[in-house]
């Protein structure tokens, strides 16, 4: 479970680091000329497709989350973190299968 919460915590940190990064390039881009330009603006297209992909993902992430709110948290009153196949409480004594979630999804 603190695995999980630390792979969140560092893949938001990643998804900031590549923002930062999209924005100083298109930055550059924009005061750039000839070659130079070229170079920038092959790079901002390959951190940009990396940027949307990642947002993608997280949106994706958000969405579970907001799902398994709907759900509630468990019994005891943990809240529900992504492990293999599902969602584990914090408490560690409950399971909720992704394709449970997934219906709540949809």
């Known amino acids: 479970v603190q695995r999980a919460k630390i792979a969140a915590n560092e893949e938001q940190a990643q998804f900031g680091d590549l923002e930062r990064q999209r924005d100083s390039v ?5 005061r750039s000329k000839g070659p130079e330009r070229e170079r920038l603006l092959a ?30 948290r468990c019994e ?22 992704d394709s449970e979630v997934e219906s709540i999804l949809l």
């Open 26 to 30: 298109r930055k550059a881009l924009v």
């Open 43 to 72: 790079e901002y297209k390959a951190i940009n497709d990396e940027y949307l992909k990642t947002r993608r993902l997280l949106q994706q992430k958000e969405k579970v989350q907001n799902a398994l709110r709907k759900l509630g």
């Open 76 to 97: 005891y009153g943990y809240l529900w973190t992504a492990v293999d196949g599902g969602y584990r409480c914090e408490g560690g004594r409950h399971f909720v299968r």
